[in-house]
């Protein structure tokens, strides 16, 4: 199942605890595409908080300032 989290507006903390929050009421092999606005979380706090728990993400700048964010959760 893919899943869909707008985080545009918050900085971190909020950033990695409202994917930390989605993620834990996911299943093993879903897939969470968050889009984040602040930076240092989309490019940082989020993919190494992803490595961190062993699962797979990937960031891509979609333009000017707003990242997608792609991670599953394994």
Not at 9 to 26: E, H, I, N
Not at 31 to 49: F, K, M, N, R, W
Request: charged letters at 25%.
């Amino acid at each position: 199942m893919t899943e869909k989290l707008d985080i545009t507006g918050k900085v971190c903390p909020f950033c990695v605890l409202s994917v930390d929050q989605k993620l834990k009421t996911m299943q093993t092999g879903d897939t969470l595409t968050v889009l984040c606005d602040h930076g240092s979380a989309a490019t940082g706090s989020i993919p190494e908080y992803a490595e961190m728990k062993g699962w797979k993400s990937s960031v891509k700048l979609i333009e000017h300032g707003l990242w997608e964010i792609i991670i599953t959760k394994s």
